[in-house]
Structure formats: structure tokens, C-alpha cells
């Protein structure tokens, strides 16, 4: 709407569209490493050394977001004094966390076949060029808002990706198991 950063503007000035951003980011990161958790949770004790370390690394970023929430809550502008500093500190160890999580927790889907090969890579390349990407930006062409949140853009959509790609698996295994009759099962245990 400014043509220029939120970050750049005086928080009286900001318009509303900040004040949502302000509210969604750290939601986002919430809900994201929520769905990170659940990737560790699926890998149901295999690949125990990365999915332990995707479990510490989703957890700290679990943390940090409920922390950016509760900075949010203090004030739904810029923080000014200590918590001005440990806001932008928390929300980079929030960010570099989810990151690594998506990193580990992609290699260990992949270690362990629990989605196609394609899927897992898409989590490992999120984790390794989204940082990259985000340094790079802003752009030189386009407006500065707009080409900061390329690196968010392009990550948000292999998430949804590997997500909904998560879903479906569950949905056909849940499927499998409703199929097998009770005597086989009771066989095989």
C-alpha cells in the first residue's frame, strides 16, 4: 500500500493491512510448526535421530512463535526498549528453527518412505534455499513489499503441498486399515 516496508514506517502511520500482518506472521508460524510436530508424530519411532532432532528443532519453533504471540499481544506495533530487542531475535530463531525442522524432518521422510520421494524433497528444499532467498530480498524490480515475502510465498506453497500430500497418505492408510479384516490382524499380531 506504502510502497515500502512495514518495518520502515512509523507504527502511528502503518495502515491496518500492518496491523494484520503484524498478527498473521507469527500465526502462521504457529500453525506451521504445529503441522511440523505432526511430521515428526507420523514418522511413528523410525528414523529416531532425525525425527528426535526435527522434534527439538519444530519444538523450539513452537516456542518462539507462542513468545512473538505474546509480544503481539503486548504491543501490536514495533516494540521500543528490551522487548524491541528480543522481539527481532526470537522471530530470526523462530524462522532459522522452522527451517531446520523442515530440513531434518524432510530427510527423514524420505529415509523412511513415508511419502514420495518428490514430497520429501520439496520439505528438504525448503529448508535449505528459503534462508537464501530471504537475504536476497528485496528485489531491485517491483515494489520492496511485495518481493520481501517471495521466500515466504514459494515456502507457503511447498507446504501446502507436502501438507495436503500428508493428508492424502493418512486418509489411504486409514482407508487400508478399515479394510483388513479383524482375523488378519489378530493373526498378525
Request: proline fraction near 6%; include cysteine; charge should be positive.
Amino acid at each position: 500500500m506504502t510502497g515500502k516496508l512495514i518495518q520502515a514506517i512509523p507504527a502511528t502511520h502503518q495502515p491496518l493491512l500492518a496491523h494484520i500482518y503484524y498478527f498473521l506472521l507469527p500465526l502462521s508460524y504457529l500453525l506451521l510448526c504445529v503441522g511440523l510436530l505432526g511430521g515428526f508424530a507420523w514418522l511413528d519411532g523410525r528414523a529416531r535421530r532425525l525425527g528426535i532432532t526435527g522434534f527439538v528443532l519444530a519444538s523450539i519453533a513452537t516456542i518462539t512463535s507462542i513468545v512473538n504471540l505474546i509480544f503481539l499481544a503486548l504491543s501490536a506495533t514495533s516494540l521500543n526498549g528490551p522487548l524491541g530487542v528480543l522481539s527481532p531475535l526470537v522471530n530470526a530463531l523462530n524462522g532459522l528453527s522452522a527451517l531446520a525442522a523442515s530440513l531434518v524432518l524432510g530427510c527423514a521422510l524420505l529415509r523412511v518412505h513415508m511419502l514420495p520421494r518428490p514430497y520429501a524433497w520439496i520439505l528438504i528444499v525448503i529448508g535449505i534455499v528459503t534462508l537464501p532467498i530471504l537475504l536476497l530480498t528485496p528485489l531491485p524490480i517491483g515494489p520492496t513489499w511485495a518481493t520481501d515475502t517471495v521466500a515466504f510465498f514459494l515456502s507457503g506453497i511447498g507446504y501446502t503441498v507436502v501438507g495436503l500430500r500428508m493428508l492424502v497418505e493418512r486418509k489411504r492408510m486409514d482407508e487400508h486399515t478399515k479394510d483388513v479384516p479383524f482375523n488378519v490382524v489378530a493373526q498378525a499380531k
